[in-house]
């Protein structure tokens, strides 16, 4: 019986490690997005991670270009505080009803969110850069 719960725990442990940067930073921002908590609202975070996991993993891929391009760790972290700057302040755009193009809604983003959403995407270039996985 002990040697059973030790396997499970083993298990259990090892599939937490199995996942990828670019998975722990989009799962990280789905679950703390404050935009998404709710009394009348549903979140599904593993769905949320799921969609912007393709920006993660871009991001990350341009972590190792840099690396490779021969960035040293100054030009890298000036790179991730650009991707930051950048993605935290965009609180302003224009989204589209069912991708009707003559009915867009000026909508303002939640300053927290995005400040979130900048600084995952900050820490997924830098672990791309230092080849964290």
């Given at each position: 019986m002990k040697r059973l719960l030790i396997a499970v725990v083993i298990l259990v442990l090892g599939g937490c490690a199995a996942k990828t940067s670019p998975e722990r930073h989009s799962l990280y921002y789905a679950r703390h997005d404050p935009t998404m908590m709710g009394g009348n609202y549903a979140s599904r975070p593993d769905a949320t991670a799921k969609t912007n996991l393709p920006a993660y993993q871009q991001i990350?891929?341009?972590?190792q270009d840099a690396k490779a391009k021969g960035l040293t760790p100054a030009q890298a972290q000036s790179v991730a505080d650009d991707i930051y700057k950048v993605n935290a302040n965009a609180t302003n755009g224009t989204e589209t009803f069912m991708d009707l193009k003559d009915h867009k809604t000026q909508i303002t983003r939640d300053k927290r969110a995005t400040q979130l959403w900048g600084q995952t995407l900050k820490d997924t270039f830098l672990d791309g850069?230092?080849?964290i996985n």
């Open positions: 990350y891929t341009l972590g850069y230092n080849g």
